[in-house]
């Protein structure tokens, strides 16, 4: 056991480093895709990051990675987010779908598509979640109908990241719904910008709109643009969504547990500091401690992920007790303000950024997994708990009972 | 013993739900919460003239004379329906600190226009960020003048007059500041809920009146806000029993896995517990408004009980509300939000349930 | 709404209190059915009451009850209560057996059983539960097998209160492995002297032993002792069961919130009383807030009974939150006193009562319904959502799958 | 970075596992529990000769110098066995006071006999209900006697060796008092675990000899208590697992309703959540460790974040066990009560989790 780099993490930690501060101009400082300046900022870093070979370090070296470690992975990001938040546009498809292209795509696919995505020439969304499938995405209703060499696909997705300024997406879409709801699914590269493909933003509570409704009307897929067996689309499914917990950040607007003792401390509560209140400092004191729990628990994954285990179901515990836990500590910020704990912008404490993180926490609980599907993860995956029962079992798609919503 | 409200207070419980499923859409909500106006000015009228402005305002004093179970029940169904309204700042705060403190002569001259809803009404207690004791009050009364900054003030921007706590050299009292006026200015703010007013109010020598006793300002604002809490507290009910109805529908309604997610006993469970929780609040409102309408002693600590319980239930009303909306309860086009933010609002004005926690024990215990 | 009693309550409380008062010196002294001595003492005192008119109040008249309403029901127990712990060992007979004699039982069977229980000349116990079907009632095992006029019983019941100093038993037995569940069973009275029939106490967590382990070895119960149709046993046992959840008791070893709070003040911590502690006063607060939020609902119920509705599944309310909420209770006063509080007996506070609600505690959450189960009723007759799935669900008994358990 | 026991380290914790199934089933904990000896004599000779009394104890004194990552595994393994030994009090206690402050002098004459087992040492802080901050001690020290009353002292009644929080008229010191001996007397105490022991101590003008720096006990008292509850984690983390798997396995076998009660989705969240409670506390339990073994400054932290949610999640599995087991779990017969009883010892001794919570944010806020 032992926190301090081994000695050639140390070298490649050096060597990050300098890098790093050799390009630090040219790091974007613009918010995450905010405007077209922003996205081509984004490109700019990424470009001469791959070039220098410091763009998706853990990719083979055939599609312009350096095959790195899990460590040396995130030794690099450590690095990298001391000059920018580590988060970025290409993500998705650096972090989910080139992985997946690589394991079930055609050689001419991964040709194609890698490079342009480790470089950020190009930027891809994906498309899964439909207004009647979250949890349940192998239930999605968004359908393409085989006409000569091409699909023709009908349907509405939706929590689409940046559909607006990406080039392609993964599209899953049912193409039997005859048989059994995951036996009837394929998955597709889509051109964005193909004809009949509408994108509306989604305005979120906080009055964002990070994510978009897709429309498709008549949209036309070539047949070469499937990735995998015709109806085998939910295999490539489980090997995005196995990247998934792992690549998706947890941050809250940037505050963290210091912020919150350090609002305590400022609060005057009838003449004290409000955190001489033996009540808050339980709360901040238990906070912490999950925070922390979390933290080391994501070292233990990290040393088994460069043991060479593969990443565990265990990874949905960070999401599982940061998210609740972010939107009970932004809760708790508000209240400790007292009745100015409702007010937002200048007139607010930390300029409101508590406020706008309770409006936001909601939506961690409930994107990328939400704290139920988690907890039958765990449930179901590590603890080896009996699945469901299932209504809808043996039964074709088209069958399966839905409701009104 | 009978504890339940009578078949007539019932009756005037279905008639406001009436006509508030009439008048009050969400949508009502959502049309403050989206533009400039800070609040619906004809919803307003109409409470005005249903008569629940002046429930309990005697009737020599221009009101419908009904009493505090009945006005109870107005707040719980004005919660359901998120009214964008100032209510409670007009009726919880200022129309019953006038009842509880005011001269037969200040009576006359305001009671009459709250009832009528010409003039909204507000409390000024809050001084910024933080728990601020009466002792530490920087808001000064001299004279018949009154310097110092409320903030924030719910419905400040539009309240034509503000009880506002007030300290001298050696005591603190309410003071009565009537709106427009010189030495006044008021600031709107943006704050959580925008569906709801809040307001900076900066008093510069602004003219101003003691209400009840001088020096008795503490004694007061406690007890006016023991019957603000319990009123308020029939007020968050409504909304957690309308957010509990919502999304009970839509677990009905919404399928996964070839099921309602009201099927899954996860969701079952916690329903269930939020039910109890918001009948546990229920309960414990009935005997604050009980105390509250028959004067009993027991309020002191009823108050607390009530105030409490129907903020923590409200808020996990709300809290679960959007959870198991999935996605979409996150949307801004859907109404979560709505209860999501309304249930902070009113928990954190008037004080926190911690708050309240705190002063039950202190009143306990002597 | 008003508090007090209205002017004929209030005379009904004026005549009971005067016999009390009148009788006081026969009321038993004696713990719940600790010996026999206290049985017999139980039973002097039922039956001055019985003949005085003060015995089963809500029982009709021809049975020897006053016909009384619900709110006199408890004003009477609440005055006797001032003399005596309400819960007696005459209970689970004439709170819920005897209303299920009435309904489903023939002329005869009343008429033989009614007037002795009511006395507390006889007493009686309940056999439904097994090791194998606690939750589940209706998955028990135990069996009868008709020969001629009588019916053979073999099986295992559990959780018997006060079956060694019983008289007469309901046994829910399966007369019909070969139908599902519920459609097999049977209800019987049973002669808890009968050859065949031992009885073993079960010891308890916290030492007691009120329950007991009852085996049925070719026992036989005369068919004249069938109460209902044959395999309509069910019909029966739902009766018996909607008398119960508000017959039970709450308490726990009579300590309340004023003890605890009293605890509080009289504990030093650091040189303080640790009352002064504000995480301390938020939970007292919590804890009595939570407290008379049940008993105000249980008033709310109350005036609706009197009112002729018929008791809800809100009943469920208050055990539900009860039971935990003493087991928190407990467990944080033994936490507030430090390390000496793992202490019992003498060197402890309060002679360590709260240790021994501490470990008494799990039980309250277990006995007549565990919280689940009354979550599954509140969620399913009160909020009206869907039942469970059904994994038995058409199957005849026979055919359901067991654990080894 | 690598955050994880080594291979050894893992060899040495399944040997430990192994030999304890052997020799160290739950009905071990349930023989004392029911009968009058305070600890399982043969467990404890069995302990001792494995080294694990000894193990982080240098070899020149008699000790196994494996070091404090090994003593963790091993007391995580007792925690799993419920085993009823004297070992918290003996090892993290009496023997890290020992290795914290001890005199050259010292550590001879008393390391080799609590290696072997011969000499069973505890701590003697509390002193009654309540939380006792140092300055409010009543155990006094002159010269080289102490007198005053201890209670509870774990394992006092079979204690050669305490170690005693003690004041003279301006600083607290820690003192060492050899047992038996005169002006000592020991009475041993019903406790919630009987499966554990608990004694009066009463010194009168008893022989000690002072720990450390005189006038240095609050500050080493501190420190030896950051060990113990560093080490004490992993006893309650072991204990937690095991109650976890138990439970698991029962859900698993048990059908009601047709189907494994495992099968419930309320049972399958709850047990989800254990699984999580479990996981990080034994996160913070292993950062904790590392701190420990490396004499790093942390430790002030992060034994409390260990300690802290090392108790709550063995509370919390200890009551979901008796829960999920239904009636059954409510027996004497079962062994739930074994790990309902011990998480609550466990969680009390050395300080509740609050405590431990207050502490963190003393600590952390300067």
């Not at chain 1, 628990?297 to 599982?320: D, N, V």
């Not at chain 2, 920087?138 to 009154?146: H, K, L, M, P």
């Not at chain 2, 806000?225 to 009905?252: N, P, V």
């Given at each position: 056991?032992?926190?301090n780099?081994a000695?050639?993490?140390?070298?490649?930690?050096?060597?990050a480093?300098?890098?790093?501060?050799?390009?630090a101009?040219?790091v974007?400082?613009?918010?995450l895709?905010?405007n077209a300046?922003?996205?081509?900022?984004?490109?700019?870093?990424?470009?001469?990051k791959?070039?220098?070979?410091?763009a998706c370090?853990?990719w083979?070296?055939?599609?312009g990675?350096?095959a790195?470690?899990?460590m040396?992975?995130v030794i690099?990001?450590e690095?990298?987010?001391?000059?920018?938040a580590s988060?970025?546009?290409?993500?998705i498809?650096?972090g989910m779908l080139?992985?997946?292209?690589?394991?079930?795509?055609?050689e001419?696919?991964?040709?194609?598509y890698?490079r342009?995505?480790l470089?950020?020439?190009?930027?891809?969304s994906?498309?899964?979640?439909?207004p009647?499938?979250?949890?349940?995405i192998?239930?999605?209703r968004?359908h393409c109908?085989?006409d000569?060499d091409?699909?023709i696909?009908?349907?509405?997705?939706i929590w689409t990241s940046?559909?607006h300024y990406?080039d392609?997406?993964?599209?899953?879409?049912r193409?039997?719904?005859?048989?059994?709801?995951h036996?009837?699914?394929?998955y597709?590269?889509?051109?964005?910008k193909?004809?009949?493909?509408?994108?509306r933003p989604?305005?979120q509570?906080?009055?964002g709109s990070?994510?978009n409704e897709?429309?498709?009307?008549?949209?036309?897929?070539?047949?070469s643009?499937?990735?995998g067996?015709?109806?085998d689309g939910w295999?490539c499914v489980?090997t995005?969504?196995?990247?998934?917990r792992?690549?998706?950040?947890m941050s809250?607007?940037?505050?963290?547990?210091?912020?919150?003792?350090?609002l305590a401390r400022e609060?005057r509560?009838?003449?004290?500091a409000?955190?001489?209140?033996?009540?808050?400092?339980r709360?901040?004191a238990?906070y912490?401690i999950?925070?922390k729990?979390?933290?080391?628990?994501s070292?233990?994954?990290?040393?088994?992920l460069?043991r060479?285990?593969?990443?565990?179901?265990e990874?949905s515990?960070?999401?599982?007790?940061?998210a609740?836990?972010r939107?009970?500590?932004a809760?708790?910020?508000?209240?400790?303000?007292?009745?100015a704990?409702?007010?937002?912008?200048?007139?607010?404490?930390?300029?409101?950024a508590w406020?706008s993180?309770?409006l936001g926490?909601p939506?961690?609980r409930?994107?990328g997994?939400t704290?139920e599907?988690?907890?039958n993860?765990?449930a179901?995956?590590?603890?080896?708990?009996?699945?469901e029962?299932?209504a809808d079992?043996?039964?074709?798609?088209?069958?399966?009972?839905?409701g009104s919503? | 013993?009978?504890f339940?409200?009578s078949?007539?207070?019932?009756?005037?419980?279905?008639t406001a739900?009436d006509?508030l499923?009439?008048?009050?859409?969400?949508?009502?909500a959502?049309?403050v919460?989206e533009?400039?106006?800070?609040?619906?000015?004809?919803l307003w009228k109409?409470v005005?003239?249903?008569g629940w402005?002046?429930?309990?305002?005697?009737?020599?004093?221009?009101?419908?004379?009904?009493?505090h179970?009945?006005?109870?029940?107005?707040?719980?169904e004005?919660?359901r329906?998120?009214?964008p309204?100032?209510?409670?700042?007009s009726v919880?705060?200022?129309?019953?600190?006038l009842?509880?403190?005011?001269?037969?002569?200040q009576?006359?001259r305001?009671?009459?226009g709250?009832?009528?809803g010409?003039r909204?009404?507000?409390l000024a207690?809050s001084?910024?960020?933080g728990?601020?004791?009466?002792?530490?009050l920087t808001?000064?009364?001299?004279?018949?003048?009154?310097?110092?900054?409320?903030?924030p003030?719910?419905?400040?921007?539009?309240?034509?007059l503000?009880?506002a706590v007030v300290r001298?050299?050696?005591?603190?009292?309410?003071?009565?500041?009537?709106?427009?006026c010189?030495?006044?200015d008021?600031?709107?703010?943006d704050s959580?809920d925008p569906s709801r007013?809040?307001?900076?109010?900066?008093l510069?020598d602004?003219?101003a009146e003691?209400?009840?006793?001088?020096?008795?300002?503490?004694?007061l604002?406690?007890?006016?806000?023991?019957?603000a809490a319990?009123?308020m507290?029939?007020e968050q009910?409504g909304?957690?029993?309308r957010?509990l109805?919502i999304?009970?529908?839509?677990?009905?309604?919404?399928?996964?896995f070839?099921?309602?997610i009201?099927?899954f006993q996860?969701l079952?469970?916690?329903?269930?517990?939020l039910f109890v929780a918001?009948?546990?609040?229920?309960?414990?409102a009935?005997?604050?408004a009980w105390?509250?309408?028959n004067?009993?002693?027991d309020?002191?600590?009823?108050a607390?009980?009530?105030?409490?319980?129907a903020?923590d239930?409200?808020e996990l009303?709300?809290?679960?509300?959007?959870?198991?909306?999935?996605?979409v309860?996150f949307?801004?086009e859907y109404?979560?939000h709505?209860?999501?933010?309304r249930?902070?609002?009113l928990a954190?004005t008037?004080?926190?349930?911690?708050?309240?926690?705190?002063?039950?024990?202190?009143?306990?215990t002597?």
């Amino acid at each position: 056991m032992d926190f301090n780099d081994a000695p050639e993490e140390a070298a490649f930690r050096a060597e990050a480093r300098a890098w790093l501060e050799a390009n630090a101009q040219a790091v974007p400082t613009g918010g995450l895709g905010e405007n077209a300046e922003a996205v081509a900022d984004e490109k700019r870093w990424q470009a001469l990051k791959a070039d220098a070979g410091w763009a998706c370090l853990t990719w083979p070296e055939e599609y312009g990675g350096r095959a790195a470690s899990p460590m040396q992975n995130v030794i690099w990001n450590e690095e990298e987010s001391k000059y920018k938040a580590s988060v970025n546009i290409f993500s998705i498809g650096q972090g989910m779908l080139g992985p997946t292209l690589m394991v079930h795509g055609t050689e001419e696919q991964k040709q194609r598509y890698l490079r342009p995505m480790l470089r950020g020439e190009e930027i891809w969304s994906q498309l899964f979640s439909e207004p009647g499938a979250g949890s349940d995405i192998a239930g999605l209703r968004t359908h393409c109908v085989r006409d000569g060499d091409d699909w023709i696909t009908n349907g509405q997705k939706i929590w689409t990241s940046g559909a607006h300024y990406s080039d392609w997406g993964i599209l899953v879409a049912r193409t039997d719904p005859n048989v059994v709801k995951h036996a009837g699914l394929s998955y597709f590269i889509v051109d964005m910008k193909a004809p009949g493909i509408e994108i509306r933003p989604i305005k979120q509570i906080d009055g964002g709109s990070g994510f978009n409704e897709v429309f498709f009307n008549d949209v036309r897929i070539p047949d070469s643009s499937r990735v995998g067996e015709i109806n085998d689309g939910w295999r490539c499914v489980i090997t995005t969504l196995m990247n998934e917990r792992s690549s998706l950040g947890m941050s809250l607007g940037g505050l963290g547990i210091d912020d919150l003792i350090e609002l305590a401390r400022e609060t005057r509560w009838d003449g004290s500091a409000a955190i001489d209140d033996a009540s808050v400092r339980r709360r901040l004191a238990d906070y912490y401690i999950r925070l922390k729990g979390v933290q080391y628990t994501s070292y233990r994954s990290l040393t088994a992920l460069s043991r060479g285990a593969t990443p565990g179901p265990e990874g949905s515990i960070g999401k599982l007790v940061s998210a609740p836990l972010r939107q009970e500590m932004a809760s708790f910020a508000v209240d400790l303000l007292g009745e100015a704990g409702v007010l937002r912008g200048d007139a607010s404490a930390a300029r409101g950024a508590w406020q706008s993180a309770y409006l936001g926490a909601p939506g961690i609980r409930l994107a990328g997994g939400t704290d139920e599907i988690l907890r039958n993860i765990v449930a179901e995956r590590v603890l080896g708990l009996p699945p469901e029962m299932r209504a809808d079992k043996g039964m074709a798609f088209k069958e399966i009972p839905t409701g009104s919503l | 013993m009978n504890f339940d409200f009578s078949e007539e207070q019932k009756l005037l419980q279905q008639t406001a739900r009436d006509y508030l499923e009439e008048h009050c859409q969400l949508d009502a909500a959502r049309q403050v919460l989206e533009s400039s106006a800070p609040y619906a000015s004809d919803l307003w009228k109409g409470v005005a003239e249903m008569g629940w402005l002046g429930a309990a305002i005697p009737e020599a004093y221009g009101g419908a004379g009904f009493g505090h179970l009945e006005l109870a029940l107005i707040a719980q169904e004005l919660g359901r329906a998120l009214a964008p309204i100032p209510f409670s700042s007009s009726v919880y705060l200022a129309t019953e600190a006038l009842l509880l403190a005011g001269t037969p002569e200040q009576r006359t001259r305001y009671l009459p226009g709250l009832a009528s809803g010409e003039r909204i009404g507000t409390l000024a207690h809050s001084e910024g960020a933080g728990r601020g004791g009466s002792p530490g009050l920087t808001t000064r009364i001299e004279g018949d003048r009154v310097s110092g900054t409320k903030i924030p003030v719910p419905d400040g921007d539009v309240a034509g007059l503000i009880v506002a706590v007030v300290r001298d050299a050696d005591a603190t009292s309410l003071a009565l500041v009537e709106l427009p006026c010189e030495g006044v200015d008021v600031e709107a703010l943006d704050s959580i809920d925008p569906s709801r007013s809040q307001a900076r109010v900066t008093l510069n020598d602004a003219p101003a009146e003691i209400l009840g006793e001088r020096g008795a300002g503490e004694d007061l604002a406690a007890r006016l806000l023991d019957r603000a809490a319990t009123l308020m507290a029939f007020e968050q009910i409504g909304g957690a029993e309308r957010a509990l109805s919502i999304t009970r529908d839509f677990c009905m309604n919404r399928y996964a896995f070839g099921r309602p997610i009201a099927s899954f006993q996860a969701l079952k469970h916690r329903l269930a517990d939020l039910f109890v929780a918001i009948e546990l609040a229920k309960s414990n409102a009935y005997y604050a408004a009980w105390a509250l309408q028959n004067d009993e002693p027991d309020l002191a600590t009823a108050a607390c009980s009530a105030r409490a319980s129907a903020s923590d239930a409200f808020e996990l009303a709300s809290k679960e509300m959007i959870q198991m909306h999935g996605g979409v309860g996150f949307t801004w086009e859907y109404d979560c939000h709505l209860f999501y933010r309304r249930s902070k609002l009113l928990a954190v004005t008037l004080g926190s349930a911690d708050l309240w926690r705190d002063r039950l024990i202190e009143r306990l215990t002597g």
